[in-house]
């Protein structure tokens, strides 16, 4: 479900965010602009949690997916948590107002200082990626006389994900510890004085849509419980990660967020542990589309036909580096219906992967037109680059009629004034 759909004007169609035209945002806000939609936000954690009713599981939501305050604020007083990679994400969790009772602290290279900064905001849990860390992590906390909750983010050996740069969970990759370590280190963890230890952890990959290496990697987190469990050792909590896909307009469909609890509940259900997850794209990719203006259509001899947009690879990442599809659709539709035409979709960057869509069908388009990308709401944003030195988008908040500019676009002075010149070279 999302909330952005056509309502009928006297021309033909316009597309609309909740109750508001999306192409007054593109007038006002000036494109490309990303907008975000509050009740598809709180509809896609509502029914992640529901799904797991009456059963009561905490969701950090993965802040790496859109950390806009204003998103993490909305889904912060739905009382979801924060799973945080990097001390500016904590910040940034702690800034919107998630409280630090409900942060959790992962990543597979977490620095002395960021992982001193987790110990004095007190966060929920650390997730251990490493036996290094385990150590590092324990000097630090007995240095400042702290006792973290850790839980060992283990490695199942199960790959899944939509694309090999986002699968996470099989061992040629980097993070987590593997099954084989995990007896040794929950063990040495646990005879730590300086450790509080929860449980297990693991994250399998991004944009999965097929249940089955789920369920390999949680039954296997079940068979990892029993084991430590039969060493005498308490395990408490287990966290499940994310990963859960969503629909981009190609591909499979995705489960819905009840099968997926259902595959956790038959894994996991029975081991008397609290469930924590950390979904970050099943709840903002669909929450938000990218829109842009057609500067020029541009036809090439031999045939192929370029539109090209104001926003660029730098402003939406995905389709230059995991190939990602992104449905597009005008702003305005007429009632009797354009003409289709084949476009390669391209925006100004000066690299050929600056390309969002190669013979897509849309109705003819001319300069100036506006259109969206869909499901740009997770991995868009927080993957942008001023690459090409082009400032950054701003971002909009929509809650029924009214919106809100929540990350205005800087002014060419503010983007270069970040910058000094070295002393030698005198003032610029
Ligand atoms: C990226 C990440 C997530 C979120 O993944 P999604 O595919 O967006 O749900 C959750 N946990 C960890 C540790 C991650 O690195």
């Not at 509080?196 to 944009?207: E, K, N, P």
């Not at 995905?318 to 289709?340: F, M, Q, S, T, V």
């Not at 259109?371 to 740009?376: G, M, R, Y």
């Amino acid at each position: 479900m999302h909330a952005f759909h056509d309502r009928p004007n006297p021309a033909g169609f316009e597309f609309w965010c909740e109750d508001l035209p999306l192409s007054r945002i593109a007038d006002e806000v000036g494109t490309p602009a990303y907008v975000y939609s509050t009740a598809t936000l709180a509809h896609h954690y509502q029914s992640f949690v529901q799904a797991f009713a009456p059963r009561e599981v905490s969701v950090a939501y993965a802040v790496k997916a859109n950390g806009s305050l204003a998103v993490l604020a909305t889904l912060a007083r739905l009382g979801a948590g924060a799973d945080t990679v990097s001390e500016g994400e904590i910040r940034r969790a702690l800034a919107a107002g998630v409280p630090a009772s409900r942060i959790v602290f992962s990543g597979v290279g977490k620095t002395d200082a960021e992982l001193a900064f987790a110990l004095n905001a007190g966060v929920r849990e650390i997730n251990i990626e490493s036996e290094p860390e385990l150590h590092r992590l324990a000097a630090i906390a007995a240095a400042k006389g702290r006792r973290p909750t850790v839980a060992l983010r283990i490695n199942p050996d199960v790959g899944a994900g939509g694309h090999a740069k986002i699968t996470t969970g099989s061992d040629d990759n980097k993070f987590g510890i593997s099954s084989a370590e995990t007896l040794r280190l929950y063990a040495e963890a646990c005879s730590h004085p300086q450790f509080d230890v929860a449980g297990l952890a693991c994250h399998i990959g991004s944009q999965i849509t097929d249940l089955a290496p789920l369920r390999t990697a949680f039954a296997a987190m079940a068979d990892l419980v029993a084991r430590i469990r039969a060493e005498g050792l308490p395990v408490r909590r287990l966290d499940l990660g994310g990963g859960l896909g969503v629909a981009y307009g190609d591909g499979p469909e995705p489960p819905s967020p009840a099968d997926y609890a259902r595959v956790v509940l038959e894994t996991v259900g029975g081991l008397g542990v609290e469930l924590a997850f950390e979904p970050g794209r099943l709840i903002a990719a669909n929450a938000g589309v990218l829109l842009a203006r057609v500067i020029q259509v541009h036809a090439r001899p031999g045939g192929r036909r370029f539109l090209v947009l104001d926003a660029a690879m730098n402003d939406l990442l995905r389709p230059a580096l995991y190939d990602a599809h992104h449905a597009i659709r005008p702003l305005h539709r007429r009632l009797e219906g354009a003409p289709e035409r084949l476009y390669d979709v391209v925006g100004p960057v000066c690299e050929t992967g600056d390309t969002f869509a190669r013979a897509r069908l849309l109705p003819e388009l001319a300069a100036g037109d506006l259109v969206a990308l869909l499901t740009a709401g997770a991995y868009g944003a927080s993957m942008s680059s001023e690459y090409n030195s082009r400032p950054l988008v701003p971002e909009v908040l929509v809650r029924g009629a009214e919106y809100a500019v929540t990350r205005p676009r800087p002014s060419y002075e503010e983007m270069l004034g970040r910058e000094r010149m070295a002393p030698w070279l005198g003032r610029s």
